[in-house]
Structures are given as C-alpha cells and as structure tokens.
C-alpha cells in the first residue's frame, strides 16, 4: 500500500494516493465515506453488490476494501477471501446484530471491522491506522529482501591507531568460522555515529560465507506488535491477520549474519526468547510446535551501557553475557587523529562523483576545523557536513565558511566527557549542549548532530529531554 501523505500531513508528490474500494449498497453513506477520504487523499471507488465489486476488482486495484457484511446479492464474507488473495487489506462494516458476521471475517483474514453507525472520523482513523501497519509490513519486507547481500564494497576508512586495532580485531574475530563450531556472538558498542553498523557489515564481508545473506535489524525502529512475529517469524492462523506462515528474520539470516542494531531498545519480553535462540541455536515460530536450527552469526550494537542496565533491571543480566563474547569498541572521531580530514576527502569525492561535480579541494582554514572540532555526531556527522559543503561551496573549493559546525574543541570535549560517569550520562550531556546551542531547535540540533529530527526526538523520549521546545 503506498502512503497517501507523509507523517507530517503534507501530500507527498512521490508516492501514489492509497486506493479504497467501498462495497456498500446504502449510497447516501457511501457517497459520504468518498468525500471524507477523498479529501485525506485516498483515491475511492464505489459499488453497491457483491458482483459489482468483483467486476471491479479486475480493474482497479484496491489497496483496502471498505465492505459491508449485508449487500443485496449476498453476504460480504463471500467475497473476502477473493479481496485477500488480491493483497487488499480489508475493514468490514457490520449492522448492529451482526458482530457474529464481524467476528468471522477477522478469523478469514479481514484486518478490523466497524460496527454501524459509523462516525466518519473513526472510520478515517480506522483506515489511516491500516494503511500506516501495511507500509510498515511493506517497509520490512522491502528491508528483508535489500538486507540480504548488503555489503559488497563496505569500507572500514581510517589510518589512526584506535582504526588500526579495530580493524586488527574483526580480522581475528573473522577467522573464528569452522563448519562444525558456532560462531561466538559478537557485541560491537560505541557512540552514535561511530560508524557501528560500519563495523558489523565489514565483519560479515571478512569472513569466509561472506556470500551469505546479512540480516540488519533496528530494534528501535521496528514497531513493537510486529517485532515478535518479524524476529521469530509466525505460522498461519499464529494470531489475526496471519493469514499464511513466514519465516522470521533470525531465519532469514540462514547462515549468514544476523546483525542487532541498537540491542539495548529491545523489550524484555524478547530478550528472554532471544537468549534461548543463542543458547540453543534453535528458533520457533510463533504458533508452530516445530524448531528449526540457526546458524547464523550473531552481531549486535548498542549505545548505550548494558552492563550498568543489567545491574538496573533493563537489561537481562544473562544475555548481556551471552551476547559480549567478543567486543569491539568502536572510537569517537576526536579520539581518531588525522581520520576526520581523511574522511572528509572520501566523502566529499562521493558527492562529487554522485553529482558530477569538479573533483573537491579543501583550504587551510577548512582542514584547520575538520581537525580541531569536536565532532559530537561522530562520522556521521562529518558525512552529513562535508556533503553539504561539497553541493553550496564556489568552485568545489570548500572552506571553512562551508562547513556549518560549531561547539569545543577536542580537548574541551574531552574535558567534558570526562565529567561523566557513563556513556548515558555523556550523550546525554552532548544532547543538552547542542540543543542549547541550536537555542532549543530540534530540527539544528539534529543537522549538528548529523542525525535525522526523528532521531533527535527519539533521543530526547530516551534521556527525558523536555519536548516543549522549538521545531
């Protein structure tokens, strides 16, 4: 299903208007379920039978049916496995009396259902919220197919010592890969933007099933009623709408890599089901009897300090073990001497070369910044800047007036990191800072940060930063 608006209600000229059928013979309410979806951007079509609506069917391709369960040609469930095989999700709308008819529907495959009278606003409610947990399965399926060989030509760019020993230490981790041994888990940790996932990908390119697939998986991004059934994958019948079985993305992986971005946001209720895939090397899915084996490596990252969230509660003690087999500390960019002017090259040349610019030159004030700021964004901020530089720059000549940074210097960094306990405590203190700086601008805060202001948002929810503030 393609969104019809984006999540802050402005049309969204690249995607096409979700389409809705409306199979309802009372046509005054009908007409008047077109001209309220209609005017949220649905793209709507109306028929008044059972034959009507399969003739139409062949022709326009609804995204989601709008059926009414009494039509003057029959009962709308005959029709609803038809509309479901068509891929077209489905709300039935019932008289009152007639839950039975509502109730059947769900367990055939129907998404939700309306009882009648319908306030129109509940039922725009009730098709937004479809169509928002339809993309998102879309999203996952699209994540699951493009993550699958991800990692052809990942580099792992840096000449300071602190990249030297990272890069010394994936290639040993590398070699621990034997036919008839499991490969030990692997729990990569640092600062937001330190290039992690980086990290995680060139350990997958290093070893020797580098063909295999690589599986990311955001724990923070995915969407907690469908985290279960994504990891672990479902059976038919397993709960509503699970209308044919899946296997999860612990499955997918095969025997490849399985990489956990962000582990630390998983819920508590998984982690317990996560160890036992670890201890056991065995999954099953949801509402099925059967196991089935896991040979995939384990890779995970996090932010944030899992052994001070084991001792608070968090963060299960035992995973936390079983995951920190191997460990890799991923640096801060003020701690990498001489990789930010290296980087910034690379990047800039990337620009350049995507937008068939002049190849980038760097003045002396410029190199002057890249080596003095402090870079509390990391590589990712760096990238987020040196390609701004690269596209507003005179003459693909990118000086110091360019590059829209600000805030203390290495040492003075370093000063203030080091008045922190924990790596919560400092990102936190760092969040604080920018924003002050940006004068409670979420959206500066965020492109000082090289990070996106959904990002930000979310990393003001986690340190319980105040969101009354600017946008």
């Excluded at 699951?144 to 840096?158: F, I, P, S, Y």
């Excluded at 300090?305 to 460990?327: A, I, P, T």
């Excluded at 924003?435 to 805060?445: G, T």
Aim: overall charge neutral; proline content about 4%.
């Amino acid at each position: 299903m393609q969104l019809a608006q984006n999540p802050y209600g402005k049309a969204n000229a690249l995607k096409q208007p979700a389409k809705v059928l409306i199979v309802e013979d009372e046509v005054l309410f009908a007409r008047a379920v077109m001209r309220k979806l209609q005017k949220a951007g649905y793209e709507c079509e109306h028929v008044e039978s059972l034959q009507d609506a399969r003739a139409i069917a062949k022709q326009f391709a609804a995204d989601l049916v709008l059926l009414d369960m009494r039509l003057p040609d029959g009962n709308g469930l005959e029709i609803l496995a038809e509309l479901i095989a068509k891929n077209a999700a489905v709300i039935v709308m019932t008289a009152f009396g007639e839950i039975s008819d509502a109730v059947h529907a769900i367990k055939q495959g129907a998404v939700d259902y309306l009882k009648k009278p319908i306030d129109l606003e509940e039922l725009l409610l009730s098709v937004q919220k479809v169509e928002a947990a339809t993309s998102q399965s879309n999203s996952l399926d699209y994540s699951r197919q493009r993550n699958a060989h991800a990692v052809e030509g990942v580099e792992m760019l840096g000449e300071s010592l602190a990249m030297e020993n990272i890069k010394g230490q994936i290639k040993r981790i590398a070699q621990f890969v034997a036919d008839d041994v499991v490969p030990p888990t692997v729990l990569i940790s640092g600062e937001t933007g330190t290039g992690k996932d980086v990290a995680a990908r060139w350990l997958h390119a290093s070893c020797p099933n580098k063909d295999k697939p690589f599986v990311h998986i955001d724990c923070a991004s995915l969407p907690a009623e469908l985290m279960e059934s994504e990891l672990f994958g479902h059976e038919k019948g397993a709960f509503t709408g699970a209308v044919s079985s899946r296997p999860g993305l612990i499955e997918a992986a095969e025997e490849g890599t399985l990489f956990l971005d962000e582990i630390g946001e998983l819920p508590l209720s998984l982690q317990a089901k996560l160890l036992n895939v670890l201890e056991r090397r065995m999954v099953r899915r949801l509402g099925s009897t059967k196991e089935r084996p896991v040979p995939a490596r384990f890779i995970a990252a996090t932010n944030r300090d899992l052994h001070e969230m084991s001792l608070q509660g968090h963060f299960r003690q035992d995973l936390y073990y079983r995951l920190n087999v191997m460990s890799i500390s991923m640096p801060p960019l003020r701690e990498r001497a001489g990789d930010a002017l290296l980087l910034a090259r690379h990047f800039a040349n990337q620009t350049a070369k995507r937008y068939g610019l002049a190849a980038p030159t760097f003045s002396a004030d410029a190199i002057a910044t890249l080596s003095d700021y402090a870079w509390p964004g990391n590589v990712r901020e760096l990238k987020h800047q040196v390609s701004r530089a690269m596209l507003l720059c005179q003459n693909s000549l990118i000086s110091s007036a360019d590059l829209v940074v600000g805030g203390p210097s290495n040492s003075e960094a370093l000063a203030q990191v080091a008045g922190h306990a924990t790596l919560y405590e400092t990102e936190k203190a760092i969040l604080l800072k920018v924003l002050s700086d940006s004068r409670n601008n979420v959206s500066e805060a965020a492109r000082k940060l090289g990070i996106t202001r959904m990002t930000m948002r979310y990393r003001m929810d986690k340190y319980q930063i105040s969101a009354k503030i600017s946008e």
